[in-house]
């Protein structure tokens, strides 16, 4: 293929290939010159032109296929337009040449229509440039056409639209021929060519002024003819020309052309007036219509109707929004008057009716809801109410004559219905759709909304009444905050006019409706509701039978409100079951022999009533299982029970009562049937097992005789087929647009359609996706479909043997029927037994022995060639079902046999196209079958009928089969891979493209083959190349293909092929194809081009955006005028447009993903431009919303928001990308912008630091950083936050509290001290404060206080009078708390206001924990800074009086905080008891929730107990636990807290508790809550939940109290510890390690505290006695054993074990003995995991301190091997001379324990001893053990940890011969270091040892060592220190010999100081040395002379004498002193500021 790839045709290799090779390579060789000639030079072109023009006319010979025919004309139009012109007239005569010729055989054909593309392209092309000749060819064309066949007609028309486009008004002179032309074409037989002649017609019109003027009449009359018989297609075009030409004719210009045609202006009235008639009369004209009207025989046929509908919607979209919104009144009257009684023929049918409520309301839908922004919205539903108001007067006047024509007016008042019907379903939608926005409308008292839909509730007629009813339940879904409120109207209402029939049953379909609506207000309504419908249901049931006029509606009414009242759940209907139960069981009769004695009373109208009353029993108890699922335990199905088998019974006796009392009672039982099986149908079978026999039967008998002649397949069997396989079925049947209306032209001609007044018990169900209002179908269908269910349901229940004779019973009808009925019988049977197949397959049973299987087969083998190409899927299906079912290779190889022997003999249609698709069904069920020749059979058989081109539905099943079996299959297809993509590519390459179906099938099965290859793709082998380069051919043919959903199929194998291959497709071709197709009008195209897109943008979403501007920029004239958006907006853009203007679910969804890839990739590279876009969206609406009030009392901050909310200021007037979009698209901007800084912070700093990114801003213009905008985040976080749209508000405070979160911190570099959110105060205020007023819905507040919290929390602003504002809003909601849950409002459910009240106290919580802290961290600047959750954790403003000023703010109301926390602690206790608690918790709930609510309030509870739990601990410990509040005792705390003390009686507990015992409970609360959570936290819980639980902990235990309580419950204590180590175990986050240890280092600070106590109060009793006699506290007794699971010494070294060997496994001796762990090798901890071993090793050392002596000697060598192990294992030397902090952290430990009192104990003196001696063994041990890895061990921390031992512990430890020699050993090596550090510090640690005051211990060391230092410091005398280092290591050695001199004993220190005299003069220097020397040089004179000054006169003697005996020595020292004398005296004085290291280890290791 890649040969074909040049200018001119390659000659040679096209004569060698294949005849099927030729046209690959033709085709392919075109679509490569199409892309090459626009970008080949004009010269180039030039030299070639002549042989390219002769090889490409050459092909038109070729009888070339569609395809390559479009593609030769389009390049020669491109060669010449490029090119020289001089040859075309040339080309044209040939080409008129060829369409003269008089050969019609079939094969010559294929060149002419050739002929007839390529005269069009040229003539589109190069337009006026080939002057006249067009008149000749045009009159060449036409006159072919007069015998062309279908083919060359289509052609033929779309030849003449381009030559039209390429000529414009110089085609004039042909305009009527052309018109003439297409007229005959317009009404066609063949659709392709109606399409045709329609696109013709539509491009005559912009020139041909005649269409749209004088010849209206005619034009519109030929569309409306054009539309009979039409299919979709048909239909959209000619709508399309119809809605066009008028809307041409509405607002053309009179020009002077028009003068001359006399031409009159039309006016708006004329225009509908027209389209009204096809409405009205249909396609018969004007006059000849009125004939058939006096015979009264003229119907208008569905189609005409449909496309008239359809040429409404396409005429105002064209005239566009603002035409609509100036004219919507004019336009309304007219759409409305379509159904009103002047037209009675219309209507005179109610399916009439029906069809045309349809009509109109997707009128008003797709214009109304699909044009108009939410402002032009709410003023069309003011004029659809003012409609609805005349309307009403009307009725109310007639219904008040009460003359002798009140017959006449009643009917006039019925008259009305349909018009009131379809403006209530529109008002209904438009508010749904504005939800929340629609608030003004609706307070609008002028309109009054409510008002006009309540009074119409009345109607006489049930439709109205049932669309009112729903109209008010679309208010309520859109505004929750209406529920109650219209709930308590229609209750009121309905009590009020319980004597009224039109009263009973509209109120209470209105209050059903409203129930139904309540599942979709997440806010609920008050509970008692329930309460009061139930009461008012049991009511109206008990009063039925009182007044025999209105007891038919009040026992329906009854039940309507039960079953509605169903809906709520569970929780409401527990409360009312055993009251609903009982009306059950009285509603049936107990026994058969009560029926039989009910037949023989009553008459018709009992009946009636009867029938009604138990139908609505049945449905309310079906609701009941539907929806309380959980509430059917085995007690209640027992109680369900009895009524059932009497409810059969009368299913049984039904007919002969239908007999008894006649036709009035038809419908009533039909609608029992209906309700009764679909109960059954849903209840387990096992219930109703004894009445299977009798059910079945009346079964059989409603499918095999039904009363209905309707064949209903078109809702029946859809759900039974695949969805992939009603593809085959044409468009009617896939999703569309316009699928509202289409689907009646489904249901044939004697059914429209399902409409609300044929069951209202849907009122209340959920709706099905995509509908508006719900649309049962009549009861006669829907009784067959509810039957055709249950059978299912049955026939897999019953046993084998009553199968047979079932199916037998079936055969047997169908076989007794004939004809048209025969079919609806084989219809009925079909679905039935399709569902019980598919219960069968899904529950796994078996179908029975051979008969049944026998039976079964012929059931569906008959309907397998049934006529009814619907039917034929579904059997084809069945069958597949049945193999499955009955899983037996043998008997599914025969079902695939009969189908081939059928295929080779039969020749009809019908049963080519059932077996073929039978075939690829089975395997969709079996898989592959496996054997590879059954595969090769089929293929084989499916090859040879895809290619019969005598049936186009032939080829389309057995393609469409194929494509099954391509997929399923498997690899056992890829054998016949490439024969079968030939096979795909010849048919693309031939089937004319008018049979679209074929090329769809063609599509799925190239979409499966690329699926088949899948990864093989990207191979590079020439097979692999070849298929590749095949299936790109075939994606480019269907790309060109004109259908839509071929061209959707094309997407999609693009977007498959991109996934396997991405290299291999062109990414700008395709990202340019799916930009031109973004707004399609076919939905499935559509999805098709958003679904590519979204997996395109998952990988490389920059490039597609890039390609999307640059081809707009290029802007060929083939992009449609909606992508004009992309240059300005970007695809991204376009896309957000294409979201705001879209109604489909699915669609919206996808687009939402594709622009959430996009964010995620590009957000942070293209910053400005998204949050740009989502400031317009947000933005277009401001001024609608007329900036939520400001409050204007402060004025100094509404002159700042006033400027702020100028919001559109800054955008240009003119351009605004987005007009009025959408609140749910605001919504989705306003998320965007929340991801855009989610993604910013994963991106770097600079997005959070504004000095740093202007710096890089300066550096380079083009980085762009979110600081920057953030003027602009507030700005639309205020514009969401001050909305009319409730969510739209949600989401607005969640971007503002994200931006106060990330932005908190952020210093303004202008104004030190300050942060940059500062400035933004009045904003923040201005957006709050909307929230807190009093009607806002309780979940924005909620929402609102936890931005208040996170505002004040945050630091911003630490002015206190800045701070009240929105302090302020916090006091306010408090005082609203304070009211308790009674006071809160009755609109919602009672478990909002849990949810509000919750959220202000936690907001209050956060506040005051951030108070408490930040004056913590002020008072104490060294501790350790805690961070709060969620706070910024940065500098805080060091303006002490903010702190303390947010805590006075607090303080003020902290005495009601603390007791309304507290309450909420009581109750989130309660609320976490384990079920079994349940019946014991109080039975009217707790302080803020109500029992009722319990499950509702729960996850509110959850949500906000952390910071209430931590702050409540904070206010006790604030005050030690002490402060009781007198009356509180009473009040709160009588509330019983625990299980144990809720049953007892009140009277047994003391009233008053003291003090003592208030505190005791709270802390039980307390430690209840955490233990609770902590045990068990859900994987889900919070971080922040766990952080405050610690950190409640944590405070508690800072106090006293609290610790004396825990220490002194050592199983308390134990408890705690086992929950800690639990979840340091679970939870890897070292900030819950962290907190978790530090909880356990203060409950051992307790338990320490607490011996130290018992010890201290037994000395003192014991006084006098002797010590030894002292009992043993602390644990291990007298024994030393420690009991695991009751100690808490070993629960903490548990706990410490587990932190230790995470961090380090190294220390688990089990380890180290494995070859696994290398021991010796380091590493270095991460800084928190040495956080966490530093923490671990400081709670060790303390432990001894609550065990007893022989405790402590038991725990002794554990703690003793983990410190010095983590000594030896973290030991690692540091560039800087650092300690690790483990090391720092394990000597501290150590030094801790070695000082512990145990040693010195007299019990474990000896023990420690020993144990201690060892220790230091392994410590010296350390250096022996490490041989080649010397450099890394730490000398310096090892000699440390030997220091610690030898001045800790007591002598006898250490004096011990050997260990002191290796000691001194140590130190001899490490002082010979050439570090000048570890010298220094080694001479530390030995000036602190010779210090010892114990002589045993020092003397060894210093005669040992002293010599060597000595030795040392006089070698310096010649070497000079030549840096800091070194000079440190001289001044530590100095101070260590002056040291020694001060400690050796008299005799000794002459010789010491005349050692150390010489050696400190030695560093003198003179005057002129001093100025010249170097820094230490000089730091060591002055050093020295410092130190002489100070020896000098304490040993005077020795000095004078040597001064004496040396006289160099003297000169040195007196010219130094004289000379320095000033300067001495000042750095004197500044080392005495700053003295040296103090002489103690304890200085050295307190920095640990």
Known sequence: MELAHSLLLNEEVYNQLGEFQKAEFIFEWLQFLEKLLPVTSRTDIRENQKKLVEQLTSLLNNSPGPPTRRLVAKNLAVLYSTGDTFSVYQTIDKCNELIRSKDDSPSYLPTKLAAVVCLGYLYKKLGRILGNSFTDTVGNVLKAMKNAESQGRYEIMLSLQNILNGLGAAAIPCHRDIYKAARSCLTDRSMAVRCAAAKCLLELQNEAVFMWSTDLDSVVTLCFKSFEGSNYDVRLAVAKLLGTVLARALTSKQTTASARHNFRRISLEEVMELLGTGFLRGSCGFLRASGDMLKGTSSVSRDVRVGVTQAYVVFVSTLGAQWLERNFSAFLSHILDLVSQSHPKVIHSQMDAIGCRRCVSFILRATVGGLLGEKAQIAAAKEICQAIWKLKKVVDTAMSDNNSET?????????????????????????????????????????????????????????????????????????????????????????????????????????????????????????????????????????????????????????????????????????????????????????????????????????????????????????????????????????????????????????????????????????????????????????????????????????????????????????????????????????????????????????????????????????????????????????????????????????????????????????????????????????????????????????????????????????????????????????????????????????????????????????????????????????????????????????????????????????????????????????????????????????????????????????????????????????????????????????????????????????????????????????????????????????????CLRQLVQREAAEVSEYAVALVKESREDFTPADVNIREIGLEGALLGLLDKELDQRLCQDIKETLTHMLTSMAVEKLSFWLKLCKDVLAASADFNTVASVDTTQEEETAKVDDGSVLTSDSDERFHPFSNPRWSTRVFAAECVCKIISQCENAGSAHFDITLAQERKQRDSRDDFLVLHLADLIRMAFMAATDHSDQLRLSGLQTLLIVVRKFAAVPEPEFPGHVILEQYQANVGAALRPAFAPETPPDVTAKACQVCSAWIASGVVSDLNDLRRVHQLLVSSLLKVQAGKEAQSQQYNESTSTMEILAVLKAWAEVYIVAVEKQKNQSDAHNYCLKVANSAEESYKGVTSSASGLLDLVQADLGILSKLWLSALQDFALLTLPSEYALQLPAEGGTFYTAETIENARPHYYNSWALILYATVLWLTSTGFIVVDPDEGVTNLSRPVTPTTMCQDSSTRPLVKSPEDVNTDRFHLILGITVEFLCSPRSDAAMENIIACLRALQTLFDVPW???????????????????????????????????????????????????????????????????????????????????????????????????????????????????????????????????????????????????????????????????????????????????????????????????????????????????????????????????????????????????????????????????????????????????????????????????????????????????????????????????????????????????????????????????????????????????????????????????????????????????????????????????????????????????????????????
């Open 407 to 1091: 017959r006449v007016s009643t009917t006039d008042a019925t008259a009305s219905q349909h018009v009131l019907v379809c403006a209530l379903q529109e008002l209904g939608s438009l508010i749904h759709g504005l939800g929340t926005t629609a608030a003004p409308l609706l307070q609008d008292s002028s309109t009054g909304v409510l008002e006009a839909v309540i009074s119409v509730i009345l109607h006489p007629s049930i439709s109205v009444r049932l669309t009112a009813a729903w109209c008010l339940r679309c208010i309520a879904v859109a505004l929750p905050y209406y529920v109650s409120l219209l709930l308590d109207r229609c209750i009121e209402r309905l009590s009020a006019l319980k004597s009224s029939p039109e009263g009973v049953t509209g109120y209470s379909f209105a209050v059903a409706a409203l129930l139904g609506a309540v599942k979709h207000c997440p806010l609920g309504i008050p509970h008692g509701k329930g309460k009061v419908i139930m009461t008012v249901a049991e009511d109206l049931l008990c009063s039925a039978s009182q007044n025999s006029r209105i007891s038919l509606q009040r026992t329906q009414a009854g039940w309507l409100l039960i079953a509605a009242l169903m809906t709520l759940g569970p929780a409401v209907v527990q409360h009312h079951l055993p009251r609903m139960l009982l009306l059950w069981k009285c509603i049936f009769p107990s026994c058969p022999k009560d029926l039989e004695t009910e037949k023989t009373r009553g008459d018709s109208f009992t009946w009636q009533v009867t029938l009604e009353g138990r139908a609505g029993a049945l449905c309310a108890i079906k609701s009941f299982v539907s929806h309380c699922a959980g509430l059917l335990t085995d007690e209640v199905v027992q109680r369900l029970l009895p009524p059932l088998p009497s409810a059969v019974d009368l299913l049984t006796q039904l007919s002969s009562i239908y007999k008894s009392y006649g036709n009035s009672l038809k419908t009533p039982s039909t609608v029992y049937r209906h309700k009764l099986y679909e109960l059954l149908a849903v209840l387990p079978p096992k219930t109703y097992e004894g009445s299977f026999c009798a059910v079945l039967k009346e079964l059989v008998a409603d499918l095999t005789v039904p009363d209905s002649q309707i064949d209903a397949s078109t809702f029946l069997l859809p759900p039974l087929c695949h969805e992939n396989d009603l593809l085959l079925l044409g468009p009617l049947l896939q999703e569309t647009d316009h699928r509202f209306i289409e689907e009646q032209l489904l249901l044939g001609n004697s059914i429209a359609g399902g409409s609300l007044e044929y069951d209202p018990y849907s009122i209340y169900e959920k709706v099905a996706k995509g509908d508006s209002v719900p649309k049962p179908l009549p009861p006669i269908l829907s009784v067959i479909s509810a039957a055709t269910r249950l059978f299912g349901v049955m026939f897999s229940h019953v046993a084998e043997s009553h199968r047979l004779q079932v199916l037998e019973q079936l055969l047997n009808s169908i076989k007794q029927t004939k004809g048209s009925r025969q079919q609806i019988v084989q219809l009925n049977v079909v679905s039935a037994f399709s569902t019980s197949l598919k219960h069968l397959a899904n529950c796994k049973g078996s179908l029975g022995p051979e008969e049944v299987r026998r039976s079964a087969l012929a059931v569906v083998m008959g309907a397998l060639e049934s006529n009814n190409p619907l039917l034929r899927c579904a059997a084809a299906e069945c069958l597949a079902r049945l193999a499955q079912v009955v899983s037996d290779s043998a008997f599914t190889a025969g079902l695939a046999q009969v189908s081939f022997d059928k295929l080779k003999s039969a020749r009809d249609v019908v049963s080519r196209t059932g077996h073929s698709l039978a075939l690829g069904c089975l395997y969709r069920y079996l898989g592959g079958i496996g054997s590879t020749q059954h595969l090769n059979a089929c293929v084989g058989i499916l090859y040879t009928l895809s290619q019969d081109s005598t049936s186009p539905d032939v080829q389309a099943w057995a393609l469409h089969s194929l494509a099954l079996i391509v997929d399923l299959a498997g690899p056992l297809y890829h054998v016949h891979v490439e024969p079968t993509l030939s096979l795909v590519l010849m048919l693309l390459l031939t089937v004319p493209p008018a049979y679209t179906e074929v090329h769809q099938s063609l599509g799925r099965c190239l979409n499966a083959l690329i699926t088949t290859l899948g990864p093989e793709l990207q191979g590079s082998s020439t097979t692999v190349s070849a298929l590749r380069t095949s299936c790109l051919l075939g994606c480019a043919v269907m790309q060109d293909n004109p259908d839509c959903l071929v061209q959707a199929q094309a997407i999609s194998c693009l977007q498959q092929l991109h996934m396997f291959a991405p290299r291999h497709v062109n990414l700008s071709s395709l990202v340019s194809c799916l930009c031109v197709n973004l707004c399609s009008s076919y939905l499935l195209l559509r999805r098709a081009v958003v679904a």
């Open 1602 to 2048: 609290p610790r004396s309580k825990i220490g002194g419950d050592q199983e308390l204590g134990v408890e705690l510890l086992n929950v800690l180590h639990r979840l340091i175990l679970t939870r890897e986050s070292p900030d819950i390690q962290l907190a978790a240890l530090e909880v356990v280092r203060l409950i051992l600070f307790a338990a320490q505290e607490h011996v130290k106590e018992k010890r201290r109060s037994a000395e003192v009793d014991d006084g006098a006695a002797e010590k030894e006699t002292l009992p043993e506290f602390g644990e291990g007794k007298d024994t030393g054993g420690l009991v695991p699971g009751k100690s808490l010494v070993f629960a903490t070294l548990e706990l410490c074990v587990c932190i230790l060997v995470r961090q380090l496994p190294q220390l688990n001796p089990k380890l180290t003995c494995s070859p696994a762990v290398q021991s010796g090798k380091h590493l270095l901890l991460s800084e928190d995991g040495s956080r966490l071993v530093a923490v671990a090793l400081v709670i060790l050392s303390d432990v001894p301190a609550i065990c007893s002596p022989e405790g402590s000697v038991s725990v002794l060598p554990t703690i003793l091997y983990l410190i010095i192990g983590v000594l030896k294992e973290t030991a690692v030397k540091l560039r800087d001379g650092q300690l690790p902090l483990t090391v720092a952290a394990s000597l501290q430990a150590l030094k801790g324990l070695l000082s512990s009192p145990m040693a010195r104990a007299e019990k474990s003196r000896t023990a420690w001893t020993d144990l201690l001696r060892s220790a230091l063994v392994t410590v010296l041990d350390c250096w022996d053990q490490v041989d080649g890895l010397l450099q890394e061990l730490d000398e310096v921390s090892l000699l440390t940890a030997i220091t610690v031992f030898v001045m800790s512990t007591s002598p006898e430890v250490t004096t011990v011969e050997c260990l002191q020699k290796r000691c001194i050993e140590k130190f001899k090596i490490t002082l010979d270091s050439k570090d000048p550090l570890v010298q220094c510090k080694c001479y530390q640690l030995l000036h602190s040892i010779f210090q010892h005051p114990n002589k045993t211990v020092s003397y060894p060391y210093i005669h040992s060592l002293a010599p060597s230092i000595v030795g040392k410091l006089q070698e310096t005398e010649k070497a000079k220190p030549e840096n800091a280092a070194e000079l440190q290591v001289i001044q530590e050695g100095i101070k260590v010999v002056t040291a020694l001199t001060a400690t050796a004993e008299e005799e000794h220190r002459a010789h010491l100081v005349a050692c150390l005299l010489p050696i400190l003069i030695s560093f003198l220097l003179d005057e002129n040395a001093l100025a010249s020397a170097t820094k230490s040089a000089k730091n060591l004179h002055e050093f020295a002379l410092q130190n002489l000054m100070q020896i000098g006169p304490q040993y005077s003697s020795v000095f004078k004498k040597l001064m004496a005996s040396s006289p160099t020595m003297k000169a040195r020292l007196e010219s130094a002193v004289k000379g320095n004398q000033e300067s001495v005296k000042v750095k004197t004085a500044k080392h005495a500021k700053n003295p040296g290291k103090s002489s103690s280890i304890q200085l050295k290791t307190n920095f640990l």
